[in-house]
C-alpha cells in the first residue's frame, strides 16, 4: 500500500526554524519523487508546491520565493524527505503537505499525505 506521512509542523515566531519530514511508503517504482505543498489560509483547497525531489537521483528544486531560506532533502535509503525552514515569515503560515509521485516531476500519478499546520507568528 502507498502511504505517506506528514510531521514536524508547530508554532513558530516570525525568524524561526522548523523542519517538516515526509516518510513514504509504497513506492516501488524506478521514478520517484516527493513534493512539498503549502496550502495558504484564505486561499481555499490551492496548494502551492515548494519543492521536488527525484527521490532516486538526489536531485530537488524549489520554488524561488523560499530560496534561501527553505531546503529539502531526500534520503532513499529511509524513503524521507526532509523541509528545513529557516528565517520564517508569516506568509508561510499555512498547512503543509508531501505528495509522492510515480515519476521524477512531482506532476500526476501521485498520493497526499495528511497536512501538518504551521503558524508563524510575530
Known amino acids: 500500500d502507498v502511504q505517506l506521512q506528514a510531521s514536524g509542523g508547530g508554532l513558530v515566531q516570525v525568524g524561526g526554524s522548523l523542519t517538516l519530514s515526509c516518510l513514504a511508503s509504497?513506492?516501488?517504482?524506478?521514478?520517484?519523487?516527493i513534493g512539498w505543498f503549502r496550502q495558504s489560509p484564505g486561499k481555499g483547497n490551492d496548494r502551492m508546491r515548494v519543492?521536488?525531489?527525484?527521490?532516486?537521483?538526489?536531485?530537488?528544486d524549489i520554488v524561488d520565493s523560499v530560496k534561501g531560506r527553505f531546503t529539502v532533502s531526500g534520503d532513499i535509503a529511509k524513503n524521507t524527505a526532509t523541509l528545513q525552514m529557516n528565517n520564517l515569515k508569516r506568509e508561510d503560515t499555512g498547512v503543509y503537505f508531501c505528495?509522492?509521485?510515480?515519476?521524477?516531476?512531482?506532476?500526476?500519478?501521485?498520493?497526499w499525505s495528511q497536512g501538518t499546520q504551521v503558524t508563524v507568528s510575530s
Open positions: 519543492t521536488c525531489t527525484k527521490m532516486r537521483l538526489g536531485k530537488s
Open positions: 509504497g513506492f516501488d517504482s524506478e521514478r520517484f519523487s
Open positions: 505528495a509522492g509521485f510515480f515519476n521524477n516531476y512531482c506532476v500526476d500519478d501521485f498520493y
